[in-house]
């Protein structure tokens, strides 16, 4: 039995978002990370397929993006006064790219696009929370988004053709 399918290599792209009621800014296409081969460890053997390192277990995580957020009432530029926007890092989860059951390069298994969702994290970065100002005749005290993590969704972008096929 065999397995065909879209190796991941270096510098494949990631799309990322984060569950509402949260959002984005802007909404579309939400921000783009990048897989980095080299995030493996010192020593990793570097297996290339048309010229690009391919991506093993472990890498996923080297997928990170920087994003601009609001959650009502937090961060909402059509309140009166207008809110905060807040400052997230978007990461994908260890282990949500799927790899393949057949090929493994130094006895970690080779990332292969399946097609599926991945589980992204998004985390608020210290004093980077979305803020609330009460509208008048309250005093104008910002009020930060007690939440810290949030979750999401992340799709694998078809950047490059490392297309093979495999039979045990």
Known sequence: MGQSGAVLV???AVTMSIDPPAVLIPPMPG???K???GHGGAGQAVVRIDGSPVCVLGVETSVTADAKYMKPPYGL?????????GTMTLTVQSGSIATSAFVRIDGKAVLWRDGGTL????????LGAAQFIPPPPAPPK???????????SGTILRTNQAFVTVSA
């Open 142 to 152: 910002p009020e930060l988004d007690p939440t810290s993590q949030y979750s999401g």
């Open 77 to 85: 530029l059509t309140s009166v006064p207008p809110g905060v926007p």
């Open 31 to 33: 921000p783009l990370g």
């Open 10 to 12: 270096h510098e494949d």
């Open 119 to 126: 589980k992204v994290e998004g985390k608020v970065e210290k």
């Open 35 to 37: 897989l980095d081969a």
